[in-house]
């Protein structure tokens, strides 16, 4: 089966993003991955960030708080809340939220400037400040050069006014000073739900602290004596203004009561209801049961007139007739005579035939029975009817006296509207009264000794231990925010990773099959003397111990076949047996996206791994213008791909054997520069080669140049059976991939899998999902050979 055959519809569809969907995004084995490989940044920015926490504590003096507890009684302003509608959580939380606001008034804070005098306190006003603060003040001091802020209106040149107007000025501008720093400074807070207010200051110097407190508590206290002495006298005055002209309004709303019920006659029993609801009520609840006999002495009535006017025959096969009859009835007497009488008559005719006398007389006794109950009927259905007569005459009686009933009753509600309305009156007034009569009893007897509304339950006392810095706390936060910053640099480092790392990124970011890892071989300094070889073709370098390293590297699934990375070769070798099965001859090309990521080293494996297995194989090195396969192999030839394809001779003349492998090698000669090497290879010369070759090839191996930078390989393409796509571990952009598929749809076609080159197998196990082989590729070592035993046979 030719794989270049599929039709594009049925290859493996490309994604649609490279970036995977959302579900990827939120998936925690993912993030649990991306923690795992970026863990040492996440720890390095740990460490720098405990460290600034440690130079943060060092450089920072430390302050001490002092704090007094002060209670504010339910009762505060009591008088006048009491009266008021809003609810009690909503005038509880204002009043310890205005209580709060009193605390860190200007008011309060002059009291205590004034009276310990911190405007010449230098401690206050001049405190010892950490180095971040002095970095911040520089900075400040900085902007305010560059942008000097205008001039205060209103204070005019201070250099012409006389010493005395000066020196007090400057005292006022201290003292100003003081009061706005003292007010930004005191901290008051409420205690939980509680009523509670904690009322703390913090200063470098503890005494200092305690006596700012303690002057603070004292200074809201007498604040709060003055202020409900003021209140009461002012709540007691207002109130005995207010009792006369409440009394006098009670008196006038009872006594309208009393005069309106007389005038309109509005009598009323125990209960408080009107004489006419009363009677009302009993009319119609008679009215409904009236109401419920007329409508079932009328059904009936119906029922049995229906029954009668159907007929004789008819009426007896009523069943409601049964249903609504007790047993001992005469009409249920007459029917179960009737019964028997037809199942004689029944059996008889059976027996004997209907002209049989005794069946005559049987049928004449039916009938006589028929007749007696339909009789009966009639008597029944015409006392239905006098019952049914009966009844509609109490309803339509009833309906007149509901009636009457009702006008007399309206009149009388709307009396007692008008009557509950001065009711109502009269009881709120009275209940005003009687309240603000209490209300001024009490404010009569606190004006004489004015209570405080507050009382101070904790006293300030001076701290034994300063209370900022926290060492724990900052060294926490610290270490948090290092490890945020260096959870932000991995996030970053991981937003960057674009590149294949997975056979799962394979897979899913450009739909290709994956063929497996090749883990690498040899020396970091090998493969930076290989780049360099890759440009030009040094002597020095063709003799170094790179170089035979670098020739041992291309013959690692011969020397190691136990190998990891002989397996992975193995794999692609079984991908292509089964796509080219039934194929006599199979064309093998070799391709990469970017130089310098290991297709000509793969390549050579590839051949050698077939050829040791027996199958006799080509190898080909067709990149014409890097010939790094040949370079690679030490191959010192005159002659190679390019001679034989434009002379138009055989592999036999140009071709050389590995005598160990039996492989049959065709090296590429750089002869200066030429640029039409993509020609060459698409050329009827090379078609005729390459054909020449398959009569006697099993595989012909082919190595390409990479698809980035030249279209050799694309124009190589038509005489390829499959493609083996090499992508360097952590190096090969997974968008310049999909690109290339994309933009070259024949070749993409023809890729039978990717090969995932130069994996270091102990950072894959990183960017493996958790149940995924990646992570346990330890447990695979007793089947492969020991990588450095691949390391050593390379080195030789």
Same mark, same amino acid.
């Given at each position: 089966?030719?794989?270049?055959?599929?039709?594009?519809?049925?290859?493996?569809?490309?994604?649609?993003?490279?970036?995977? /969907?959302?579900?990827?995004?939120?998936?925690?084995?993912?993030?649990?991955?991306?923690?795992?490989?970026?863990?040492?940044?996440?720890?390095?920015?740990?460490?720098?960030?405990?460290?600034?926490?440690?130079?943060?504590?060092? %450089? %920072?003096?430390?302050?001490?708080?002092?704090?007094?507890?002060?209670?504010?009684?339910?009762?505060?302003?009591?008088?006048?809340?009491?009266?008021?509608?809003?609810?009690?959580?909503?005038?509880?939380?204002?009043?310890?939220?205005?209580?709060?606001?009193?605390?860190?008034?200007?008011?309060?804070?002059?009291?205590?400037?004034?009276?310990?005098?911190?405007?010449?306190?230098?401690?206050?006003? /001049?405190?010892?400040?950490?180095?971040?603060?002095?970095?911040?003040?520089?900075?400040?001091?900085?902007?305010?050069?560059?942008?000097?802020?205008?001039?205060?209106?209103?204070?005019?040149?201070?250099?012409?006014?006389?010493?005395?107007?000066?020196?007090?000025?400057?005292?006022?501008?201290?003292?100003?000073?003081?009061?706005?720093?003292?007010?930004?400074?005191?901290?008051?807070?409420?205690?939980?739900?509680?009523?509670?207010?904690?009322?703390?200051?913090?200063?470098?110097?503890?005494?200092?602290?305690?006596?700012?407190?303690?002057?603070?508590?004292?200074?809201?206290?007498?604040?709060?004596?003055?202020?409900?002495?003021?209140?009461?006298?002012?709540?007691? *005055?207002?109130?005995?203004?207010?009792?006369?002209?409440?009394?006098?309004?009670?008196?006038?709303?009872?006594?309208?009561?009393?005069?309106?019920?007389?005038?309109?006659?509005?009598?009323?029993?125990?209960?408080?209801?009107?004489?006419?609801?009363?009677?009302?009520?009993?009319?119609?609840?008679?009215?409904?049961?009236?109401?419920?006999?007329?409508?079932?002495?009328?059904?009936?009535?119906?029922?049995?007139?229906?029954?009668?006017?159907?007929?004789?025959?008819?009426?007896?096969?009523?069943?409601?007739?049964?249903?609504?009859?007790?047993?001992?009835? *005469?009409?249920?007497?007459?029917?179960?005579?009737?019964?028997?009488?037809?199942?004689?008559?029944?059996?008889?005719?059976?027996?004997?035939?209907?002209?049989?006398?005794?069946?005559?007389?049987?049928?004449?006794?039916?009938?006589?029975?028929?007749?007696?109950?339909?009789?009966?009927?009639?008597?029944?259905?015409?006392?239905?009817?006098?019952?049914?007569?009966?009844?509609?005459?109490?309803?339509?009686?009833?309906?007149?006296?509901?009636?009457?009933?009702?006008?007399?009753?309206?009149?009388?509600?709307?009396?007692?509207?008008?009557?509950?309305?001065?009711?109502?009156?009269?009881?709120?007034?009275?209940?005003?009264?009687?309240?603000?009569?209490?209300?001024?009893?009490?404010?009569?007897?606190?004006?004489?000794?004015?209570?405080?509304?507050?009382?101070?339950?904790?006293?300030?006392?001076?701290?034994?231990?300063?209370?900022?810095?926290?060492?724990?706390?900052?060294?926490?936060?610290?270490?948090?925010?290092?490890?945020?910053?260096?959870?932000?640099?991995?996030?970053?480092?991981?937003?960057?990773?674009?590149?294949?790392?997975?056979?799962?990124?394979?897979?899913?970011?450009?739909?290709?099959?994956?063929?497996?890892?090749?883990?690498?071989?040899?020396?970091?300094?090998?493969?930076?003397?290989?780049?360099?070889?890759?440009?030009?073709?040094?002597?020095?370098?063709?003799?170094?111990?790179?170089?035979?390293?670098?020739?041992?590297?291309?013959?690692?699934?011969?020397?190691?076949?136990?190998?990891?990375?002989?397996?992975?070769?193995?794999?692609?070798?079984?991908?292509?047996?089964?796509?080219?099965?039934?194929?006599?001859?199979?064309?093998?090309?070799?391709?990469?996206?970017?130089?310098?990521?290991?297709?000509?080293?793969?390549?050579?494996?590839?051949?050698?791994?077939?050829?040791?297995?027996?199958?006799?194989?080509?190898?080909?090195?067709?990149?014409?213008? /890097?010939?790094?396969?040949?370079?690679?192999?030490?191959?010192?030839?005159?002659?190679?791909?390019?001679?034989?394809?434009?002379?138009?001779?055989?592999?036999?003349?140009?071709?050389?054997?590995?005598?160990?492998?039996?492989?049959?090698?065709?090296?590429? *000669?750089?002869?200066?520069?030429?640029?039409?090497?993509?020609?060459?290879?698409?050329?009827?010369?090379?078609?005729?080669?390459?054909?020449?070759?398959?009569?006697?090839?099993?595989?012909?191996?082919?190595?390409?140049?990479?698809?980035?930078? *030249?279209?050799?390989?694309?124009?190589?393409?038509?005489?390829?059976?499959?493609?083996?796509?090499?992508?360097?571990?952590?190096?090969?952009?997974?968008?310049?991939?999909?690109?290339?598929?994309?933009?070259?749809?024949?070749?993409?076609?023809?890729?039978?899998?990717?090969?995932?080159?130069?994996?270091?197998?102990?950072?894959?196990?990183?960017?493996?999902?958790?149940?995924?082989?990646?992570?346990?590729?330890?447990?695979?070592?007793?089947?492969?050979?020991?990588?450095?035993?691949?390391?050593?046979?390379?080195?030789?």
């Amino acid at each position: 089966m030719n794989y270049a055959n599929f039709p594009l519809d049925k290859r493996m569809p490309l994604p649609n993003s490279d970036a995977g /969907n959302g579900e990827d995004f939120i998936d925690v084995e993912r993030l649990l991955g991306m923690a795992a490989r970026q863990a040492k940044v996440v720890a390095v920015c740990a460490v720098i960030g405990l460290f600034l926490g440690v130079l943060y504590l060092q %450089t %920072t003096p430390p302050k001490y708080q002092s704090v007094a507890s002060v209670l504010i009684d339910e009762g505060l302003n009591k008088i006048v809340d009491d009266i008021s509608a809003a609810s009690t959580t909503m005038q509880t939380d204002s009043a310890i939220l205005s209580q709060i606001e009193i605390l860190t008034s200007t008011r309060l804070a002059a009291v205590v400037v004034d009276k310990l005098k911190l405007d010449q306190n230098d401690s206050f006003m /001049n405190p010892p400040v950490s180095a971040l603060a002095q970095g911040v003040g520089l900075v400040r001091g900085l902007i305010q050069y560059v942008r000097p802020s205008p001039p205060m209106a209103g204070l005019g040149d201070v250099s012409k006014l006389d010493p005395a107007a000066r020196d007090a000025l400057i005292a006022t501008s201290r003292r100003d000073y003081a009061i706005l720093k003292l007010q930004s400074e005191i901290r008051a807070d409420r205690v939980g739900r509680s009523y509670v207010i904690a009322l703390g200051y913090q200063a470098t110097d503890p005494g200092l602290a305690t006596a700012i407190t303690k002057a603070y508590a004292d200074a809201y206290l007498a604040d709060q004596l003055d202020a409900s002495f003021d209140a009461t006298e002012r709540a007691a *005055v207002w109130l005995q203004g207010r009792l006369t002209e409440l009394r006098e309004s009670s008196q006038a709303a009872s006594l309208a009561v009393e005069k309106f019920r007389a005038e309109h006659g509005l009598a009323a029993n125990s209960d408080g209801q009107l004489m006419s609801d009363k009677q009302l009520a009993d009319l119609n609840a008679q009215l409904i049961v009236a109401q419920a006999d007329t409508a079932r002495a009328g059904a009936r009535y119906q029922q049995y007139k229906s029954i009668v006017d159907s007929g004789s025959d008819n009426a007896f096969r009523d069943a409601a007739i049964s249903s609504d009859q007790p047993s001992s009835s *005469v009409i249920a007497t007459l029917k179960t005579r009737y019964l028997t009488v037809a199942k004689r008559q029944q059996d008889v005719e059976a027996n004997f035939g209907a002209q049989h006398p005794q069946a005559v007389a049987l049928a004449k006794e039916k009938a006589d029975i028929s007749t007696q109950i339909f009789g009966e009927l009639k008597q029944l259905t015409e006392s239905y009817r006098n019952e049914y007569e009966v009844a509609l005459a109490r309803e339509t009686a009833l309906r007149a006296n509901v009636a009457a009933a009702q006008g007399k009753s309206s009149i009388d509600n709307q009396s007692q509207v008008k009557l509950r309305d001065l009711d109502q009156k009269a009881t709120a007034l009275t209940t005003l009264y009687q309240t603000f009569l209490g209300r001024y009893e009490e404010a009569a007897q606190q004006q004489s000794f004015p209570v405080g509304k507050i009382r101070i339950i904790s006293d300030a006392s001076t701290p034994l231990s300063a209370s900022s810095p926290r060492t724990i706390i900052v060294l926490g936060l610290s270490l948090v925010l290092g490890v945020l910053m260096g959870a932000g640099f991995g996030g970053l480092n991981e937003f960057n990773e674009r590149f294949f790392r997975t056979g799962e990124d394979v897979r899913d970011r450009v739909g290709l099959k994956f063929l497996g890892y090749l883990p690498t071989i040899g020396s970091k300094a090998a493969a930076k003397e290989d780049k360099l070889a890759d440009g030009q073709l040094d002597p020095k370098i063709a003799k170094s111990p790179a170089a035979f390293e670098r020739r041992a590297r291309m013959r690692v699934s011969i020397d190691a076949p136990a190998s990891m990375f002989s397996e992975t070769l193995r794999s692609a070798k079984i991908a292509f047996d089964v796509v080219m099965e039934g194929q006599g001859s199979r064309v093998i090309g070799v391709i990469s996206v970017l130089p310098g990521e290991g297709k000509s080293t793969v390549a050579a494996n590839l051949a050698g791994l077939l050829a040791a297995n027996g199958a006799k194989t080509l190898l080909i090195d067709g990149d014409l213008r /890097n010939p790094g396969l040949s370079r690679g192999l030490g191959m010192e030839a005159e002659q190679g791909l390019m001679e034989a394809v434009v002379s138009g001779q055989t592999w036999q003349s140009v071709g050389k054997i590995d005598r160990q492998t039996k492989l049959a090698i065709i090296p590429a *000669v750089l002869r200066g520069h030429f640029s039409h090497t993509s020609e060459l290879l698409s050329s009827a010369g090379m078609r005729r080669f390459i054909e020449n070759a398959k009569e006697t090839f099993e595989y012909i191996v082919v190595d390409l140049p990479p698809l980035g930078p *030249v279209v050799d390989a694309k124009a190589f393409a038509p005489l390829v059976d499959g493609f083996v796509l090499v992508t360097e571990w952590g190096r090969t952009p997974r968008a310049m991939v999909r690109s290339m598929l994309e933009s070259e749809p024949y070749v993409a076609n023809k890729i039978v899998g990717t090969v995932l080159n130069k994996v270091d197998l102990k950072k894959l196990a990183k960017y493996g999902s958790f149940g995924a082989s990646e992570k346990f590729f330890d447990k695979y070592s007793t089947y492969y050979l020991d990588k450095s035993e691949v390391r050593s046979k390379a080195t030789v």
